[in-house]
């Protein structure tokens, strides 16, 4: 009989190991699916983890320019939310430019007469889901507009080049994050003491 209790609690521990006792399914839950626009809320960026080169953990509380970075995020959040993107050359460095995707460059003269074009890159990808789909001919796409609007928050793990100079975000999205792939990684390099966005989302 003591075995028996012995390994009846043995199992249990072990159970709560593996699976947790607390209602652990509940704390990773995706967060409800919202819509921020109607609710005319802001999109909630909280950082989850950032790593150095090697992929060591760093304490974030200790690594001052993330809050720099954060404020340019939270920047080109609104913007997206305002479907308003002019300006956005001035968040990239003059003397480098910006992806606007994992293959395709621009100068800030090429970005501005790009984000000026009616039915042109960003107008499509960025803002309007319908022109995106019909341009692609793919109902399942979606603009960042759409996808960034049906979440309260975006979580954000930050990957540190040696002197704090280049630093990329990777981003997870609270309520959907099964679509978290559609963002790309921001880069953001620091210059003249200013950061800049040398990868967009």
């Known amino acids: 009989m003591k075995y028996q209790i012995q390994r009846g609690i043995l199992l ?4 709560c190991g593996i699976n947790g006792c607390e209602g652990k399914s509940e704390r990773n ?8 626009n109607a609710e005319n809320a802001p999109i909630r960026l909280e950082r989850k983890a950032a790593f150095d080169t090697s992929r060591q953990k ?32 001035k968040m990239v460095y003059p003397g480098e430019g ?8 621009r100068t800030v003269a090429e970005l501005k007469d790009e984000l000026a074009e009616p039915e042109g890159y960003f107008q499509k990808f960025y803002l309007d889901s319908e022109l995106l789909k019909k341009s692609t001919g793919d109902p399942s796409q979606m603009s960042l507009h759409e996808i960034l609007n049906k979440n309260s928050r975006i979580f954000a793990e930050y990957y540190l080049e040696p002197g ?7 981003f997870y999205l609270g309520s959907t994050p099964e679509e978290s792939f559609r963002i790309n990684n921001a880069v953001l390099i620091k210059r003249d003491g200013q950061w800049y966005f040398l990868q967009l989302l």
């Open 164 to 170: 704090t100079t280049q630093i990329e975000v990777r």
């Open 98 to 105: 910006v992806h606007v995707d994992l293959k395709a460059h």
């Open 58 to 89: 760093l304490d974030m509380e200790s690594i001052s320019e993330l809050d720099a970075v954060d404020r340019r995020l939270q920047t080109l959040f609104r913007m997206i939310d305002d479907r308003d993107l002019s300006g956005l050359e």
């Open 12 to 15: 249990i521990l072990v159970l």
């Open 29 to 36: 839950a995706p967060d409800p699916v919202v819509n921020r």
